[in-house]
Structures are given as structure tokens and as C-alpha cells.
Nanobody, 116 residues
Framework: DVQLQASGGGLVQAGGSLRLSCAAS????????IGWFRQAPGKEREGVSC???NDRNTYYEGRFTISGDGKNTVYLQINSLEPEDTAVYFC??????????????WGKGTQVTVSS
């Protein structure tokens, strides 16, 4: 079975940084996508970033940086954190190259709280 474990959340002051990790296991094919999503209190879950599970590259997307170690661990670095970034952050996985809310496998989230 595919399993995902997100970690690295915590309480941080505005302007700080966090690095979240998503450890994935159970993949039986090469073409998996892993996505990061977040859900703030009272808001809908939204996508943050996406990468192939065996991708070793680093992608910079504004304050967010996604990278992978090529061995089923994906990282999300968030810089210049804002109170609006407060949310539960989830990682999810599915076959194929796209990330969206219909992804099949979801891990338990990790809480990120940004204080002003």
C-alpha cells in the first residue's frame, strides 16, 4: 500500500521559514506525482506544489520551493512565512504527472502555524 507521512510543521513567527517533508512508500511504478496541499481553518483545501516522486530537481515557486531526493521523499520549503500560511499541510500521491484534489493517496497533515 502507498503510504505518505508529512512532517516538519510547527509554530513559527512571521518572516521565518519551515521545511516540510513527505516520506512516501509503496510505489510500484515510476510515474507517480506527489503534491503538497494545505487547508486553512474555514477554507477549502488548495494545491501548493507538485513534483514527480523520483525527481531530484529543485523548483522555486515564489516563497515555496519543492524538491525531492529521488528516493520517495519530497520537501517543501516555505520562506517569508505569513500568518495567512497557517494551515494543515498535506502531501498526496497518484499515478501520472498531475497533482489535484482527486489524488488517490493522502497522508495525515502537519500543522503550520504562523504568528504575527
Amino acid at each position: 500500500d502507498v503510504q505518505l507521512q508529512a512532517s516538519g510543521g510547527g509554530l513559527v513567527q512571521a518572516g521565518g521559514s519551515l521545511r516540510l517533508s513527505c516520506a512516501a512508500s509503496g510505489f510500484t511504478f515510476d510515474a507517480w506525482a506527489i503534491g503538497w496541499f494545505r487547508q486553512a481553518p474555514g477554507k477549502e483545501r488548495e494545491g501548493v506544489s507538485c513534483i514527480g516522486h523520483n525527481d531530484r530537481n529543485t523548483y522555486y515557486e515564489g516563497r515555496f520551493t519543492i524538491s525531492g531526493d529521488g528516493k520517495n521523499t519530497v520537501y517543501l520549503q516555505i520562506n517569508s512565512l505569513e500568518p495567512e500560511d497557517t494551515a494543515v499541510y498535506f502531501c498526496a500521491a497518484d499515478l501520472g504527472g498531475e497533482c489535484d484534489l482527486t489524488m488517490k493517496y493522502w497522508g495525515k497533515g502537519t500543522q503550520v502555524t504562523v504568528s504575527s
